[in-house]
């Protein structure tokens, strides 16, 4: 069987992209593909594979599953590249889809700089408290889907490829968690480095770029908007009457097809 795919990235977090909208879905194990395809030396190598469905109310349905073949809620880079893609075939520049996370809405802002704005919703406390976990504290956020975000005075450069792992750990976190390890560079600048669960030290992550500056802002760290410094380039969140917004480029990278 030969499937179409193309591929996109935002800041270097990068998917593999399946357009079921107006085709039946194969019978496939799709979390076999996922780990198939992600592997970056004998496949075509990305963060995991991304999925868009027929809805029959909005503009298409969302999955996503992650380079070990598990499935998350949601992607705030996924969304972004699906809402730029969407746009360039309908003409329209306000995006809704249906993920796991519930509906998210894609605005572009600029088609030829290819910079997306996604609203995605209310983010939230998942405790109250800090927790502390292998020597360092945090909070756990819940932005559709769950962080750890510690705040530190320095971070060294693969402090999230060394670190990660302890914390998304099923000891701690049986479903697992995406990890941010945050430094403030002022009220509205931080830098980040990224793990995500199910798919390990990544370039870039846009639901963890939330997480951070929501957790800052809400302990009176930072103020919004806040720019957010990744090792694959930088994003734009802004808390608005409750809800979070992430903003920043995405990249068409290519087309192709695959036998499987």
Known sequence: MKLDFFKMHAQGNDYIYFDFINIPLPK?????????????????????????????????????????????????????????????????????????????????????????????????????????????????????????????KSLSKNIAKYQGHIIDNPAYFPDGINVEFVKKISKNEIEIKVWERGSGATLACGTGACAASFCGIEKGILSSPVVVRMPGGSVTVELKNNNIFLTGKVEHVFDGNIEI
């Open 28 to 152: 496939l194990n799709l979390s076999k593909l996922a780990i198939t395809l992600s592997n970056r030396n004998f496949s075509i190598g990305s963060d995991g594979i991304v999925l868009l469905l027929n809805s029959t109310t909005y503009d298409a349905r969302m999955r996503m599953f992650n380079a070990d073949g598990s499935e998350g809620e949601m992607c705030g880079s996924a969304l972004r590249c699906v809402s730029y893609y969407l746009s360039q075939k309908s003409g329209k520049d306000e995006v809704t889809l249906e993920t796991l996370a519930g509906i998210k809405i894609g605005l572009i802002k600029d088609k030829e700089e290819r910079l997306v704005t996604t609203d995605l919703g209310v983010p939230e406390f998942i405790k109250s408290e800090e927790v502390e976990i292998n020597g360092l504290k945090g909070n756990l956020i819940s932005v559709g889907n769950p962080h750890f975000v510690t705040f530190m």
